[in-house]
């Protein structure tokens, strides 16, 4: 029909969370209907998440309200959507095998985005705590490939304003400056350990940038040509005029 939007309409899990907004934001701005696939709202929900929810509601999105457990919910959705993107938090990684099952079931979406938007994690070998929550990872992937589903693995390899955030921590006042590693080194309790293993594996070992594309690969800034990116020296100058609220992956 004339007027009709024939762009894929998109299902995005974990979209209200601190990646999944921006998803959310980013495909209603680009044409797409919008699904969101979100825990229920309660008496005890953030003021914080009531507020998203207004705020998808105002723009066009639908919210469906489920558990990753209800099979039947999902698939019954997903059959309405062409293209499926989770990002769900770490705790839930391995939730995502139920989301892989019901694509399977489903048997049309187009193309499965899972929960990456990290490091390549098939090509780094952190410090064990990096390496154990990267295992969760893997187990997702492989069962992606191995369901014959249509997929596209993201590695943002660093989100700069993420990790400048964590670094830097612009939104606070201080005259002095944190120097990390003391010669006193002591052992973190488990999830703690985590935040610092990625931060070894990234900035001092470089993980993110020890290995070269292969023929199956695609440096993201080739499909978009005409985007033009943030730089990190741009990020800086936007943190001097307005520095981001805290921003912290959930480990636990």
């Given at each position: 029909?004339?007027?009709?939007?024939?762009?894929?309409?998109?299902?995005?899990?974990?979209?209200?969370?601190?990646?999944?907004?921006?998803?959310?934001?980013?495909?209603?701005?680009?044409?797409?209907?919008?699904?969101?696939?979100?825990?229920?709202?309660?008496?005890?929900?953030?003021?914080?998440?009531?507020?998203?929810?207004?705020?998808?509601?105002?723009?066009?999105?639908?919210?469906?309200?489920?558990?990753?457990?209800?099979?039947?919910?999902?698939?019954?959705?997903?059959?309405?959507?062409?293209?499926?993107?989770?990002?769900?938090?770490?705790?839930?990684?391995?939730?995502?095998?139920?989301?892989?099952?019901?694509?399977?079931?489903?048997?049309?979406?187009?193309?499965?985005?899972?929960?990456?938007?990290?490091?390549?994690?098939?090509?780094?070998?952190?410090?064990?705590?990096?390496?154990?929550?990267?295992?969760k990872k893997r187990i997702v992937r492989r069962a992606i490939e191995a369901a014959q589903i249509p997929y596209t693995?993201?590695?943002?390899?660093?989100?700069?304003?993420?990790?400048?955030?964590?670094?830097?921590?612009?939104?606070?006042?201080?005259?002095?400056?944190?120097?990390?590693?003391?010669?006193?080194?002591?052992?973190?309790?488990?999830?703690?350990?985590?935040?610092?293993?990625?931060?070894?594996?990234?900035?001092?070992k470089g993980d993110s940038m020890n290995f070269e594309l292969g023929e199956d690969d695609i440096e993201a800034s080739?499909?978009?040509?005409?985007?033009?990116?943030?730089?990190?020296?741009?990020?800086?100058?936007?943190?001097?005029?307005?520095?981001?609220?805290?921003?912290?992956?959930?480990?636990?």
């Amino acid at each position: 029909m004339e007027g009709e939007n024939t762009k894929p309409k998109k299902l995005i899990f974990g979209g209200t969370g601190y990646l999944g907004k921006y998803m959310v934001k980013a495909s209603v701005s680009s044409g797409h209907k919008t699904f969101v696939y979100a825990r229920p709202v309660t008496q005890n929900s953030r003021p914080s998440k009531l507020e998203i929810h207004k705020e998808f509601q105002g723009i066009g999105v639908t919210i469906i309200e489920g558990e990753l457990d209800e099979h039947k919910k999902i698939v019954s959705i997903l059959k309405e959507v062409d293209v499926v993107i989770s990002t769900v938090a770490y705790p839930q990684f391995l939730d995502q095998l139920e989301i892989v099952h019901a694509i399977k079931v489903a048997g049309n979406i187009k193309r499965f985005l899972p929960s990456e938007f990290g490091c390549e994690e098939d090509r780094v070998r952190p410090l064990p705590p990096f390496e154990a929550y990267l295992e969760k990872k893997r187990i997702v992937r492989r069962a992606i490939e191995a369901a014959q589903i249509p997929y596209t693995f993201v590695s943002a390899n660093l989100c700069g304003a993420y990790f400048v955030n964590v670094l830097l921590r612009p939104f606070e006042s201080h005259d002095d400056v944190v120097v990390y590693g003391s010669g006193e080194a002591k052992a973190l309790p488990p999830p703690e350990d985590i935040p610092i293993s990625i931060m070894h594996s990234l900035l001092a070992k470089g993980d993110s940038m020890n290995f070269e594309l292969g023929e199956d690969d695609i440096e993201a800034s080739k499909l978009y040509p005409d985007f033009k990116f943030t730089t990190i020296d741009q990020l800086l100058d936007i943190f001097l005029i307005d520095p981001p609220k805290p921003a912290r992956t959930a480990f636990e």
